[in-house]
């Protein structure tokens, strides 16, 4: 079968759709597969029974094969980054929001106690340490 050739405006915004779904459909697979996972601030409640569980992972897999397919026939390109984008993404989005939690932000939201403060200053400083090490350890020559 002759592909298709698409321009290349949707040619693109085709793939950014595909991306976006297949990592809609690893998400879902990864949370029912999940059994414990290690996570203080998350958690998945159980409403399927393994039964049902079983069948949507084994139809999400047959969707996979789908999106696998259309990407073939379409010729559809991957996003591609490399590790170091991603821990550095991950730190500036860690570093915004550690930033817009201090006192003085939070404030917006309502009262906080004076008392409270320096405490949570202190707290955002030492998770800000935490992720600079994590920056400087992503961006260390090889």
Partial sequence: ???????SSPHRS????????????NDMSERLVQKNAESM????????SVRQRGVIIS??????NALYEFVKIYDLIPSS???AQIVNAHCALFWT???DSRPDKLRRYGELPNELCEPLETAIDTLLKSVERLRKASSEKK
């Avoid at 079968?1 to 321009?7: E, H, S």
């Avoid at 601030?41 to 399927?48: F, V």
């Fill in 1 to 7: 079968m002759k592909r298709p050739l698409l321009p």
């Fill in 14 to 25: 085709l793939s950014v759709m595909a991306q976006n779904f297949e990592t809609s459909l």
């Fill in 41 to 48: 601030l998350h958690h998945i409640e159980r409403t399927y």
């Fill in 59 to 64: 139809t999400i897999a047959e969707v996979r």
């Fill in 81 to 83: 980054v490399n590790e």
């Fill in 97 to 99: 929001l550690l930033q």
